[in-house]
């Protein structure tokens, strides 16, 4: 019986641990839900200046602060690594040499300069970048992007209606951690789209981890309330604190352990009430 009651006790005790688990997950599960659904807009501002104010106070964290660059050297950039593994992936009849030379000077331009910019993912996102704002007939004379500011992109996207505010925030922080330059709104849109499916796949695989935490508890529960009731048998119907030891005849009821024996006054079983004629000691491995 001992065995069974330790057994009991530790089962209890990892009921105890996943129950926290599974309590943490449903705490995961709100707190996304929350930021999710959160509609944080700017126009709770009393007026455009406040406005104003409070976007710049949030995108200064994550505005890319220009500078003056040096003269690039196109010839000695054209010869270098990141250029190499960037023709490995596009050749010229994919890009022609010059769209390669304008976003090189365009990266020059951004933060750091090249010094800060000399990788083939930046470059890839600089010619992709350029090609849309070509597309929409929003180059410059110098022949570089227009770029909107992150706090000018921020109001055209939620004006639009489409988008919340904390949503463009979160987009565009991730996308300048990586780029020097804020996306277009057809960039956005597109960062949108991707970062709203990787966070429904999240979402989803939590869904499924949560649901084979829950079928795992009811499946313990169920093997919990088992052991307790075998457990139950096991015991002394009279103390219930000791195993039962004794087999009564002819009912081969057990049914108390062997000091409550003498407690049956009337020599009967207590379950069928039989008269006990005789009775066998049962002892257990």
Not at 111 to 116: I, S
Not at 157 to 172: E, T
Not at 256 to 267: F, P
């Amino acid at each position: 019986m001992m065995s069974i009651d330790l057994s009991l006790l530790n089962i209890i005790e990892l009921l105890a641990v996943f129950v926290c688990m599974f309590l943490a997950f449903s705490y995961v599960k709100f707190q996304f839900s929350c930021w999710w659904q959160s509609k944080i807009r700017p126009e709770n501002a009393s007026t455009s200046q406040e406005r104003l104010f409070r976007i710049r106070s949030l995108l200064l964290p994550i505005t890319p602060e220009g500078e003056p660059q040096s003269e690039v050297n196109i010839e000695e950039e054209l010869r270098s690594d990141y250029v190499k593994r960037y023709r490995e992936i596009y050749d010229k009849e994919k890009v022609p040499e010059e769209k390669l030379v304008a976003a090189i000077k365009y990266l020059n331009r951004l933060k750091g300069g090249l010094k800060a910019q000399r990788s083939p993912c930046k470059l890839i996102s600089a010619i992709k970048h350029m090609d849309i704002m070509r597309s929409n007939s929003r180059m410059g004379d110098s022949g570089f992007p227009r770029d909107y500011s992150p706090e000018e992109l921020l109001l055209i996207l939620v004006d639009s209606g489409k988008y919340h505010f904390i949503d463009v925030l979160r987009v565009l922080k991730n996308h300048l951690e990586t780029n020097s330059f804020p996306p277009s709104p057809e960039e956005f849109a597109d960062l949108y789209h991707k970062m709203k499916v990787q966070l429904e796949k999240a979402l989803e695989k939590y869904q499924r981890v949560v649901g084979a935490i829950q079928r795992w508890y009811s499946q313990l529960l169920s093997d919990i309330c088992s052991l307790s009731a075998q457990a139950n048998r096991s015991r002394c119907k009279i103390c219930w604190y000791k195993e039962v030891q004794v087999v009564f005849l002819p009912c081969t009821h057990m049914v108390t352990c062997e000091g409550c024996v003498s407690t049956l006054h009337d020599g009967r079983c207590p379950i069928c009430y039989q008269n006990i004629q005789n009775q066998i000691q049962v002892l257990f491995a």
